[in-house]
């Protein structure tokens, strides 16, 4: 898997990673190697539910395999404060098929 232009530009960002399993990480990305493991520091997954709120479990540094990664994508922090998290409703992601 080649890590194609653009991580290199995200280190030091906060960034969103899907995982293939349906998993949403946010966290500041550290580093990241040939296979595309990435690691995460000040992270924590969102958990999606049409009955509650977005749920927010730290994590904090966190490392995922690149393998079980679906989607890599640059988080607007600006935006992303701006947002109420306890009002927001979602069905949880499937997992990925491939």
Avoid: W
Avoid at 27 to 48: C, K, M, P, W
Avoid at 64 to 87: F, M, P, Q, T, W
């Amino acid at each position: 898997m080649s890590t194609g232009p653009g991580l290199e530009t995200l280190v030091d960002q906060t960034i969103s990673v899907i995982t293939n399993d349906g998993r949403n990480i946010v966290g500041v990305l550290r580093g990241f190697d040939q296979a595309t493991n990435i690691i995460l520091d000040e992270s924590h997954e969102r958990v999606y539910s049409t009955k509650e709120g977005v749920q927010q479990l730290v994590l904090g540094l966190y490392i995922i395999r690149g393998d079980n990664i679906s989607v890599v994508g640059e988080l607007d922090e600006e935006l992303d404060a701006n947002l109420d998290l306890s009002k927001l409703r979602a069905h949880p992601l499937k997992p990925v098929i491939h």
